[in-house]
Each structure stands twice: as structure tokens, then as C-alpha cells.
């Protein structure tokens, strides 16, 4: 996850365009007639294939320092680099046919069909009507909106999901190396915005692209970023690290203020359930000798023993009359409820076990096998220990 | 002739009569919504581009509306003479104000995050002005077009003081025979109806976005 990984700089998206990397050098910008700058002295750099967020309050600059990267604000002082080289030796037409570009409103044409929508950029570009066609009819499947039914339709016809889904694919259309992205699930419903921060996330696990996030809300910040920025009134740089840095280490009050007082509680978004070293149960299945069941309970992290099926699922706990006589009867204390999965971040998985009676939980794989336990206590140990090895994009990688 | 000097007999014998003044009607309306739209255009795109030259540019137009139609045809005589000329000059000069007037209303009302994203994308200013500024004033610019079209059926009725002929020409010849002012008046109320429908057919045509909603 940094700029000297190798794997990193070289990752290529599936179209085969290579991600660029971003860096912001003493960036100034003073708007005429103003006193104050909106962007004051803002070094940043990205490594090629990460997504940045900026966040902060409302009126600090972000939008401004995202726009100053492809000219739509032009830099007062500083520089910006893209791909290592400076934005202003290229003309601002040029270098945003190169940028992808989403905005909160989206900003579709609301004359042109979607497929024209998503078309503009090769077009201005000279791209053939068949590559055109194979482009519109790929990225239209990306977003997982189905080409037949979307193609013809204008954006009116499409809700407001749907219509972010088809800003961000035509923002895609030439794969561009760098996308920047202001505020793009602001104007969508809770619900839905969980799901497209989802869907883009596991989008950018193929694609790789730099990205520049703008958002003022410091969970979706947390969530979406490899690393976030985040800005002070003026367009002074708080803290630029990585999510879980942040939370751990909040450079001042500013930032710790921002954050939140529970920042503990936020770090159990970054987390998954397998990134924990989980405890074993000692597994057993019906009809085994109690004599096996008792080896294993002296081994094992958890002292009551797993009933589990022939395939490995887990069935329920076992209570102790279960394993008295000579073989193990199906006896159960309670059943293996709630199980967790591997994927669940640690903040949903901690609900279900608040929420059961032993308070731990039976950790299963994508077959539904039975591969741990999890418990509020080792839930506990995952906020205040290590921090975790992967967040963003990453996390979900797996 | 019947009492009241409606005679439907007398009107189809003297059918003949209206065609002449029928066509030079409908050559002064619409030669000069073409020419007023084509400068209407012009200026609107100069006032789009150069905010400062909207308000005199409006404001002019607006003085040669509110010039009398029949001072207006006498005024251009020394110049243009006698004849259609001078008609079409006045016609157009009056079709400009309802055309620029919804240009400009039409070119101001393209939302803001509609042109950011544009230019984000990197179109230029001229492509941004063809590819989506124009397109989405349409609607309005349709409708000025409808404006214009229907009034200046109704000014070219005063072409014949100017010596262009047209419907005017038949009415005023004639005034205290209804018969003939039925007749006249009623090809002008027609070529009206005629034009507005042809320019909404048009606009439905080259609009069909409008009508597109969330099924
Ligand atoms: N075109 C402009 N001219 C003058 N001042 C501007 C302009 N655009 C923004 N500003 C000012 O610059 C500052 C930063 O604005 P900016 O839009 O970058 O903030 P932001 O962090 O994106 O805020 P928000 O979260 O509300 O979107 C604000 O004080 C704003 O009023
Ligand atoms: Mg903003």
C-alpha cells in the first residue's frame, strides 16, 4: 500500500491503461476578491491505484483542491503532478479527457440517450461507433445494469441510483488512469448509498484506478479510503494517513474532534472477521467416542465442545450430558447461533454477538463450515491491538 | 347576397382572387421568422457568451417592437422604397424580440451541474455550446419561435401599407364586404394555425427527451 510496492505502481486495469499517481505540491488557491485562501499550502500524494479521500467540514476547500487537478479551478501557487507530470503544461481540455469526473448531481445530459451519455468522451476523442458500442455495452455490465433494457433510455427514466451508477460509468468510459469524485453518493438515500460505496469498492478491486474522493461524512471517508485527508477551515492539511492511523492517532484536537469520541467504535469498520486470530472449539460429530471429545476440550481455546454435521457445519453447542456416557449424543445447550461470516466487518459481527446468549459466535466459511469462534473478548483485543492489515478496497479484495 | 352580406356562393366563385395575396402572405411571414431567427441566433449567442451585451441586446430589440407597426412600414419607405422590402425588413425587425427574448431564457435555464460536468469532461466552450446548450434551450427556443411565427402572421396583415401585398391587401380593399373579410381573415387565422402546428411538430420531433419519465 505505498508508493515503493512494486505490485502497486505497476497494477494495471483488465483495459490495460495503467493507474496514475497524484501529487500535490504546495498547493494554493486564492479566489479573486477573497482574503483568505481556500487552499493553503496542501501537499499530498497519492500512490497510482489508491483511493484518497478528502474530508472535512463544509466550506474548508475540498472541492476546490479536487478541482484544481483537472483545471476546472485554476491553481493559484504549488503544482500538481499527475502521472509525474505538471497539469498545467497540458491544455485543461486535453487533460480532463484523461481525467474521469463525477460530481454529487451527476450531471448527465438529459437530451441524450444513456448510451450517448456514456459515449461523450470516446466521442471527443474520434473513438469508431463499434468500439463505442462494445465500450457502452461492457461498462453497462461493470455497474451491473443490464445493456438492453438501459442503452436506449434517457436519464430520466432512471432512478437516482441508477443514474450515479451510470455517472460513474461513463466517468470510466475512456478507463482513465485518475478519477475524481465529489461527494458522488451524497444525494442518494442511505440504504442505497451503502450499496453503491459497496459495489465501487469491489469495482475498484478490479480496476485499480487513483482515485480522489471528496466527502464530508467521516465514516463513508473511512470506509472508502486507503488514505484520507483531512482539511481545516482554509484548506490547511489536519492529518493525511491511513484510516486506521487516524483512528488510532488523531494528529490534534481538530482531528480528533472530527473523528469523534468513538473512534474505537469506528475502528471496527476497518476490520474483518478474518483478520482476527480467532479461537478453535473443539469440533465433534455425532456418535464419536467421549473420549476424543475429552482430548480435544484440553486443547482447545474454547471448553465447550461443537456439534457439527458430516460436512462440517456447525449444528449447536453441546451441553454436558451430551458427552457422559460412551458416545457423543446430540445434546444441545443452544444452538450455533449467530453464526459470523469471514467477510462481516467486526462492527456488524460484534451486534450478532451482543445479541446471543454465550456470546460467541461460530465463524464459517463462504461453504458455511465451521473454521472458529468468535468472541466480544477477542473483538475487544482486534480494536486495542494490531492494527489492521487491511482496509478499503483491500479488505474486500479477499 | 344574403341580408347580412355573408354570401358563400359569391366566395366560391371568387376563390381565385385570394391565392395571389395567400402566397405573398406566407412568403412575407416566413422569410422573415427565417431571417429574425438566423439573427435572433446570433445575437443570442453573443449575449450567451458576453454577459454585459445581453441587456442592450435584449433592449434594443425590445425598441423596434414597440415602434407602431404602420410608422414603421412609412418610415422604411425613403430608404427601401416601395414593396416588399421594406415589408420584410419591419416584419423581421419585430419577429427578433419574442425570438432573442426565449433564446436567452432558454440558454441561461441549463443547469449549472449539467455544464460542470460537461466541462469536467473536457468538452470545449463551442462544443459545450452545440452539444448541450443549444439542444437543452430547445424547448424554449421552440416555443419563441411559435410566438414570432403566429404574431407575424398577424403583422404582415399591414404589409400592403408598405406595398408587399398579402391578406391585408384583400381586407382593406374591400372592408365592408364580409363576405371578403370572412374569406381573408380566415386564411390568415389558418396560415396562423398552420405554421404553429408545423413548428410543433418539428420541436416533438427533435425533442423527444422531454417527454421521457420514470416508467
Ligand atoms: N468560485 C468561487 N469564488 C469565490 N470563492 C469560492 C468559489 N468557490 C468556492 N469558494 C470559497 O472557497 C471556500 C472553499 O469552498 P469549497 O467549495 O472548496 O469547499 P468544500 O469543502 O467543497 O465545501 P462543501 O463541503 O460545502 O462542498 C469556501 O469558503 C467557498 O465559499
Ligand atoms: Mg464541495
Redesign the interface.
Known amino acids: 500500500m505505498n508508493a515503493s510496492d512494486p505490485a502497486q505502481t505497476s497494477t494495471a486495469s483488465p483495459a490495460g491503461r495503467q493507474a496514475a499517481t497524484l501529487e500535490l505540491r504546495d498547493v494554493v488557491k486564492l479566489y479573486p476578491g477573497q482574503e483568505e485562501p481556500a487552499v493553503d499550502h496542501l501537499s499530498l500524494e497519492v500512490p497510482a491505484g489508491e483511493i484518497c479521500v478528502l474530508v472535512g467540514p463544509s466550506g474548508c476547500g475540498k472541492t476546490t483542491a479536487m478541482r484544481m487537478v ?1 483545471r ?1 479551478v485554476e491553481i493559484t501557487d504549488g503544482d500538481i503532478l499527475v502521472g509525474g507530470q505538471s497539469v498545467t503544461d497540458r491544455t ?6 484523461e481525467i474521469g ?1 463525477v ?1 454529487q ?8 440517450t444513456i448510451a450517448d451519455n456514456i459515449a ?2 470516446p466521442k ?1 476523442l474520434g473513438w469508431d461507433r463499434d468500439r463505442i458500442a462494445a465500450r457502452v455495452e461492457e461498462l453497462l455490465q461493470l455497474v451491473q445494469l443490464d445493456p438492453e433494457q438501459t442503452r436506449d ?7 437516482g441510483g441508477q443514474r450515479q451508477r451510470i ?1 460513474v460509468a ?2 470510466l468510459a475512456t478507463d482513465p488512469p485518475l478519477m ?1 469524485m465529489d461527494e458522488p453518493f451524497g444525494a442518494i438515500d442511505p440504504i442505497n448509498r451503502e450499496r453503491l460505496q459497496n459495489e465501487f469498492l469491489r469495482l475498484q478491486v478490479e480496476l485499480r484506478k487513483t482515485i480522489v474522493f471528496v466527502t464530508h461524512d467521516i465514516d463513508e471517508a473511512i470506509k472508502m479510503g486507503d488514505r484520507i485527508a483531512i482539511l481545516k477551515q482554509g484548506g490547511r492539511l489536519a492529518q493525511y494517513a491511513e484510516p486506521a492511523e487516524l483512528l488510532m492517532n488523531p494528529a490534534d484536537e481538530f482531528v480528533k474532534d472530527f473523528v469523534g469520541n468513538d473512534r474505537a467504535l469506528k475502528r471496527l469498520a476497518l476490520q474483518r472477521v478474518r483478520d482476527i486470530d480467532l479461537w478453535q472449539a473443539p469440533m465433534v460429530r455425532k456418535g464419536e467416542t467421549t473420549a476424543s471429545v475429552r482430548q480435544k476440550l484440553e486443547k482447545a481455546d474454547v471448553k465447550i465442545p461443537l456439534l457439527v454435521d458430516e460436512d462440517g457445519c456447525p449444528i449447536g453447542w453441546l451441553s454436558d450430558r451430551a458427552y457422559a456416557g460412551e458416545e457423543v449424543k446430540a445434546d444441545l445447550r443452544s444452538r450455533a447461533e449467530p453464526t459470523v461470516e469471514m467477510d462481516d466487518i467486526l462492527r456488524d459481527a460484534l451486534a450478532d454477538l451482543l445479541g446471543s446468549e454465550l456470546q460467541y459466535g461460530v465463524v464459517v466459511d463462504e461453504q458455511g463450515r465451521a473454521t472458529g469462534v468468535l468472541s466480544i473478548e477477542l473483538v475487544g483485543q482486534g480494536v486495542h491491538g494490531v492494527a489492521p492489515a487491511r482496509t478499503g478496497a483491500d479488505a474486500l479484495a479477499t | 347576397m344574403a341580408e347580412n352580406g355573408f354570401c358563400p356562393e359569391w366566395i366560391v366563385q371568387n376563390w381565385d382572387r385570394y391565392v395571389d395575396p395567400f402566397f405573398q402572405h406566407v412568403l412575407l411571414t416566413v422569410v422573415s421568422v427565417v431571417i429574425g431567427f438566423a439573427i435572433a441566433a446570433v445575437m443570442a449567442v453573443v449575449a450567451h457568451r458576453r454577459r454585459r451585451l445581453n441587456g442592450p441586446l435584449v433592449g434594443l430589440t425590445e425598441v423596434l417592437y414597440t415602434i407602431p407597426s404602420p410608422a414603421a412600414f412609412l418610415l422604411l419607405l425613403p430608404f427601401t422604397g416601395f414593396g416588399t422590402v421594406s415589408a420584410l425588413i419591419a416584419l423581421t425587425a419585430y419577429s427578433l424580440n419574442a425570438m432573442l427574448r426565449s433564446m436567452v431564457t432558454g440558454l441561461a435555464g441549463v443547469p449549472e451541474d449539467i455544464k460542470d460536468s460537461a466541462r469536467g469532461m473536457g468538452l470545449t466552450e463551442r462544443q459545450l455550446l452545440w452539444k448541450v446548450e443549444l439542444p437543452l434551450a430547445l424547448p424554449e427556443i421552440f416555443a419563441g419561435l411559435r410566438i414570432a411565427s403566429v404574431t407575424t402572421v398577424g403583422l404582415a396583415t399591414l404589409a400592403f401599407l408598405a406595398g408587399a401585398g398579402g391578406l391585408g391587401e384583400s381586407i382593406e380593399s374591400q372592408i365592408s364586404f364580409k363576405s371578403n373579410v370572412v374569406v381573408a381573415g380566415g386564411l390568415c387565422v389558418l396560415l396562423a394555425v398552420a405554421l404553429d402546428s408545423l413548428i410543433r411538430t418539428l420541436q416533438k420531433a427533435s425533442t423527444p427527451w422531454t417527454r421521457a419519465r420514470l416508467t
Request: proline share 9%.
Open positions: 483537472n476546472m485543461p481540455y486535453e487533460l480532463r479527457r469526473y460530481i448531481q451527476v450531471g448527465l445530459f438529459p437530451h441524450l461523450t468522451v471527443l433510455r434517457y436519464p430520466a427514466q432512471l432512478s455517472g461513463r466517468a475524481l
